[in-house]
């Protein structure tokens, strides 16, 4: 059965410092990957997607950046985080064909 | 640009009542529509997917009802409890890739 797993849990980092967040999908190949960011009392916002290794698609210009350098991993990373870049962040995966998607657990980002 | 609503934005109510929960869309070519549970502090679960083609689905107490030509999906919970507790969120998609959330409905249901 496909699994996807989201590491860390939860992470405080001081403004300016560096950012990295992986997600990796198991039981599954050739997924297309999600990073969601929902921030407190907003909607889900989608920040990057991606159909294929190194295929990377932004939906929001801003201070992250995201890879995916292997098929089922998917990294998001900032060089310098900003105060506005905390939220709960979440990884989603969805199968090529007519299916949904199946969502990580989540990383709870707290910019200090 | 698909807009997607919810209504209602919080919703409290006794254990083993019936309820409706709504969701609206702005443009009605949707490729497929899915709901989702998400508990406090924690990611989300999906419910039910239902296809463009499809006009419900059922899961246990849940079923939800699509109306593509009305903009329209609703997510019923027969008997609730307690459990139920969570954000329910629709999300609807144009494309098969990329799903468009709303914002959510809060459900508390009380003991």
């Known amino acids: 059965s496909q699994t996807i797993h989201q590491w860390p849990a939860t992470l405080v980092q001081p403004v300016g410092s560096p950012l990295s967040l992986e997600c990796t999908v198991e039981?599954?190949?050739?997924?297309?990957l999600y990073w969601y960011r929902q921030a407190a009392g907003r909607g889900l916002q989608l920040l990057f997607y991606?159909?294929?290794?190194?295929?990377i698609s932004s939906e929001v210009p801003q201070n992250l950046s995201a890879s995916r350098p292997q098929d089922r991993q998917f990294i998001l990373s900032s060089k310098k985080l900003l105060l506005s870049d905390s939220g709960f962040y979440l990884c989603?995966?969805?199968?090529?064909?007519?299916?949904?998607?199946?969502f990580g657990s989540g990383t709870r980002l707290t910019v200090v | 640009k698909q807009e997607v609503t919810q209504i209602p934005a919080a919703l409290s109510v006794p254990e083993g009542e019936n309820l409706v929960l709504n969701c609206s869309f702005t443009?009605?070519?949707?490729?497929?529509l899915q709901w989702f549970r998400q508990d406090p502090g924690k990611g989300l679960t999906s419910l039910l997917l239902?296809?463009?083609?499809?006009r419900e689905q059922t899961s246990g107490r849940l079923n939800a009802s699509l109306d593509k030509s009305s903009g329209r999906s609703t997510l019923y919970i027969a008997a609730s409890q307690p459990g139920d507790s969570a954000t329910y969120l629709c999300?609807?998609?144009?494309?098969?890739?990329?799903?468009?959330f709303g914002p959510g409905t809060r459900l508390s249901v009380l003991p």
């Open positions: 991606s159909v294929g290794i190194g295929q």
């Open positions: 989603a995966w969805k199968d090529r064909g007519n299916y949904g998607y199946t």
């Open positions: 443009d009605s070519a949707i490729y497929n």
């Open positions: 239902i296809q463009s083609s499809q």
């Open positions: 039981g599954t190949s050739n997924p297309n």
């Open positions: 999300a609807v998609t144009p494309n098969g890739q990329n799903f468009v």
